[in-house]
T-cell receptor
Framework: QKEVEQNSGPLSVPEGAIASLNCTYSDRGSQSFFWYRQYSGKSPELIMSIYSNGDKEDGRFTAQLNKASQYVSLLIRDSQPSDSATYLCAGGQNEKLTFGTGTRLTIIP | DTAVSQTPKYLVTQMGNDKSIKCEQNLGHDTMYWYKQDSKKFLKIMFSYNNKELIINETVPNRFSPKSPDKAHLNLHINSLELGDSAVYFC????????????????FGPGTRLTVL
């Protein structure tokens, strides 16, 4: 059983719309959660981190965490073609990150 | 300035050879990691070092041996390379979150694409 699960996609969203990416995790000991973006052939780069229940906003990005439901999400508002990438969800505990398999997002101009 | 750097960027070698990948970070972080990303893009932790001490050692064949000469460097040596070792290997680093069970943001290097023929 995978510890962090994501829909692999591909998820296609029109330019300017909201992209919604979801992630569930099985380890209740996970304390911190991260969304990374990875372009093809590049390394993962941090988009958002979230440690507490609720919403956290940064520009066009909003991360949501619900520890009771073991659910993390990332919303991307006003989606741009440059947002097309694979988005990796990760749960952290004791300095170890466990990644999901990633969701491939395509923004359609 | 590159925060986390790796060399080489590409590595093509024959089965049975031994190879090394080097990683350096200039972020002042205490903790460094090696990850393997397979052809399906699944990113999995292999090892972690904190200030030269091994703290995470996942189920990895003992052909893989990490070495940390100081807290800014973490190298990965692979003996007797096999076809299944072909992957992208990422180094990462983070601050240590003192006294907590949490994890701070990890910053990734550019990756080393290893191809075993």
């Amino acid at each position: 059983q995978k510890e962090v699960e994501q829909n692999s996609g591909p998820l296609s969203v029109p330019e300017g719309a909201i992209a919604s990416l979801n992630c569930t995790y099985s380890d209740r000991g996970s304390q911190s959660f991260f969304w990374y973006r990875q372009y093809s052939g590049k390394s993962p780069e941090l988009i958002m981190s979230i440690y507490s229940n609720g919403d956290k906003e940064d520009g066009r990005f909003t991360a949501q965490l619900n520890k009771a439901s073991q659910y993390v999400s990332l919303l991307i508002r006003d989606s741009q073609p440059s947002d097309s990438a694979t988005y990796l969800c990760a749960g952290g505990q004791n300095e170890k990150l466990t990644f999901g398999t990633g969701t491939r997002l395509t923004i359609i101009p | 300035d590159t925060a986390v750097s790796q060399t080489p960027k590409y590595l093509v070698t024959q089965m049975g050879n031994d190879k090394s990948i080097k990683c350096e970070q200039n972020l002042g972080h205490d903790t460094m990691y090696w990850y393997k990303q397979d052809s399906k893009k699944f990113l999995k932790i292999m090892f972690s070092y904190n200030n030269k001490e091994l703290i995470i050692n996942e189920t990895v064949p003992n052909r893989f041996s990490p070495k940390s000469p100081d807290k800014a460097h973490l190298n990965l040596h692979i003996n007797s390379l096999e076809l299944g070792d072909s992957a992208v290997y990422f180094c990462a680093s983070s601050r240590r979150v003192a006294g907590a069970s949490s994890t701070d943001t990890q910053y990734f290097g550019p990756g080393t694409r290893l191809t075993v023929l």
